[in-house]
């Protein structure tokens, strides 16, 4: 049933749309005739919606509009109004009511006005519950001492307004740092808005980086704001800045140097406010030795510098991240969270991730749920090139360890072992590329794992 609570202080007409509406047969309905009585309804009732008289004695309709703001998170509102005025109803909504109706209407319209509203709440709800689930699966995670040193990077840096490249390989991560500098920043309610560089035709880069005005090139119909204008005092996330063309990248010199911005095809400047961070997985300074991007503008944006680190890095991070995309993974494809066998795990520890790193693991990740009927997902479920070469399974113990533990232990032995490996027995070098903290650290665990070079 939809409760819908009727505002009006004409008892014929709060009667009227009470008689109709329960006619239906799907509306509870409760009548309220006062501005007052309608918030205090509102307070006890579990209301659905709002059918509010924009003309009353005492407190009128917007006076509740404004109060039902105040309060927040408040049900959807319809309003009319016994003049016929409409601009009044177009107030009304610009403070917060959802749809208006005409007093001489019949109840079918009414009911179609309170079905749109209740629609338009719940995907808006939806829409919200969405972005918050984007969050949760999106936000920073890792514990490692790379990991720690890129959050504390981050809080650093978020509140200063000067300039801020990211440098990283791709899939490492560059787009929630952006992000993230954006929310822990000054205000991050303002727009936070991201340009791809590689992804504009060269002709359009200038226009979508600084607008144009009406005229200024075939097909400039209209005056177009630019990313700059339109991000305000948010962030300009300028991603593979690397891939900007050379007469973009001047133009771009100007507008930092400047604080100003002009349209294409315009002569006055409009101020930049909003604060610029770009990213790139390209190494900036050999492209400034080939000519390809200018030396003045890599130091107008490398003022500070942060690097995201490659999955390989800080491989101590990757069961954490397994676990959250398979429970956001399972969340979104509407199934059971499965479990992770520890030799699956392993498996995805002893790779390079030299790909596409998080977001290659990411994907591996969803390839092995879809592949997987059963609750736990294994070694049989890895991509080929994942694939424990053959005999793994041989000589991961004579006994076969069977528990848990044991098998994690000696999940863990391999790892280390193959990272010191790689590097020469080398503890420091192997412990950086682990993501531990020190070759203390690594000593620690080849004490506890009984690792020793043969
Ligand atoms: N530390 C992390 N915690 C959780 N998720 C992460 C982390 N790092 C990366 N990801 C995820 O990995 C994927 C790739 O990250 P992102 O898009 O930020 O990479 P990028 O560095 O911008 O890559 P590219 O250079 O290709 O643009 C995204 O789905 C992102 O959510
Ligand atoms: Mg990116």
Redesign the pocket.
């Known amino acids: 049933m939809t409760l819908v609570l009727v505002i009006d202080d004409v008892p014929a007409m709060t009667s009227l749309y009470e008689y109709d509406l329960r006619r239906l047969g799907q509306y509870a309905v409760h009548v309220a005739h006062s501005g007052r009585e309608g918030l205090d309804a509102l307070l006890q009732d579990d209301v659905d919606c709002v059918i509010l008289d924009l003309e009353m004695p005492g407190m009128d309709g917007f006076a509740v509009l404004r109060e039902m703001a105040k309060r927040g998170g408040g049900p959807p509102v319809i309003v009319y109004t016994g003049t016929g005025d409409f601009d009044r109803c177009v107030q009304a909504m610009r403070l917060g009511a959802d749809g208006f109706v005409d007093k001489n209407e019949p109840i079918e319209r009414v009911v179609h006005e309170v079905e749109t509203v209740l629609k338009l709440r719940s995907l808006r709800e939806q829409v919200a519950a969405m972005q918050r689930r984007d969050r949760a699966e ?1 936000a ?3 514990g490692s001492p790379p ?1 720690r040193a890129l959050q504390d990077a981050i809080a650093r840096l978020a509140r200063i307004p000067s300039p801020v490249l990211l440098l ?1 390989e ?7 740092v952006a992000r993230e500098l954006h929310l822990a920043g000054s205000d991050p309610k303002a727009p936070f808005l991201a340009v791809n560089c590689a992804a504009l035709p060269d002709h359009l880069v200038e226009s979508e980086l600084f607008g144009h005005e009406r005229g200024a090139f075939t097909g400039a119909v209209t005056t177009r704001k630019g990313a700059f204008e339109a991000a305000g005092k948010g962030t300009l996330f300028l ?1 593979e800045i690397g891939e900007l063309p050379l007469a973009a990248q001047a133009k771009l010199l100007r507008v930092l140097e400047a604080h100003t911005v002009t349209r294409v095809g315009a002569s006055g400047t409009i101020p930049v406010t909003a604060r610029v961070i770009t ?1 790139t ?1 390209r190494d900036l300074d050999s492209e400034v030795s080939t000519g390809r991007f200018r030396e003045d503008l890599l130091y107008r944006l490398n003022v500070h510098v942060i690097r ?1 680190p490659p999955l390989r890095e800080r491989l101590s991070d990757l069961p954490e ?1 397994a676990e959250r995309f398979v429970a956001a993974i399972c969340a979104r494809f509407g199934r059971r969270v499965k479990t992770l066998e520890p030799t699956a795990l392993a498996a995805l520890m002893r790779y390079e991730w030299r790909r596409n790193n ?2 290659e693991l ?1 994907n591996v990740i969803e390839r092995m749920i879809i592949a997987t009927d059963g609750e736990t997902i294994g070694v049989e479920q890895l991509p080929a090139e994942l694939r424990p070469e053959a005999g793994f399974r041989e000589t991961v113990s004579e006994a076969e360890p069977q528990s848990y533990r044991a098998l994690r232990e000696e999940a863990e032995r391999r790892i280390v072992v193959e990272a010191l490996e790689r590097h020469g027995w080398h503890l420091t070098r192997t412990a950086s590329a682990l993501g531990l903290a020190d070759h203390a650290s690594l000593s620690k665990i080849m004490k506890r794992l009984d690792v020793r070079r043969a």
């Open positions: 999106s920073l995670v890792g990991m990283g791709s899939g490492s991560g560059k787009d929630i991603d990213a997985n995201v991240l998080v977001r990411r």
